[in-house]
């Protein structure tokens, strides 16, 4: 089974920046979907930025602020998180694998353990 690992949490005041990593080992997997979720404490995870099929995708809340990028053998992908507000804490994920191209979190396949992105105001 495909292991999702996540680096570049951490801790930033509001209006700073921040840029996960997540690189995939071990298994196979479906390469035209991967994606970035979070969840903040009391609230279901949701989804942020996907890239479907070579195309890139972001929910309303962080278009503009927020970028998905992949590397080209599609094994690690990048979440570059701009303009970062309090209410962006949270935990985040990486997701790969989908049976749509949804934020859906139930849709996704596999999942790395989350890091955590704190933004004080």
């Known amino acids: 089974q495909v292991q999702l690992v996540e680096s570049g949490g951490g801790s930033v005041q509001a209006g700073g920046s921040l840029r996960l990593s997540c690189v995939a080992s071990?298994?196979?997997?479906?390469?035209?979907?991967m994606g970035w979720f979070r969840q903040a404490p009391g609230k279901e995870r949701e989804g942020l930025a996907l890239i479907c099929s070579g195309i890139s995708y972001y929910r309303d809340a962080v278009k503009g602020r927020f970028t998905i990028s992949q590397d080209n053998n599609k094994d690690t992908w990048y979440l570059q998180m701009d303009s970062l507000k309090p209410e962006d804490t949270a935990v985040y994920y990486c997701?790969?694998?989908?049976?749509?191209?949804?934020?859906?979190?139930?849709?996704?396949?596999?999942w790395g353990q989350g890091t955590q992105v704190t933004v004080s105001s």
């Open positions: 997701a790969a694998g989908s049976s749509a191209c949804s934020y859906t979190a139930s849709s996704w396949y596999n």
């Open positions: 071990g298994g196979v997997y479906n390469k035209n979907f």
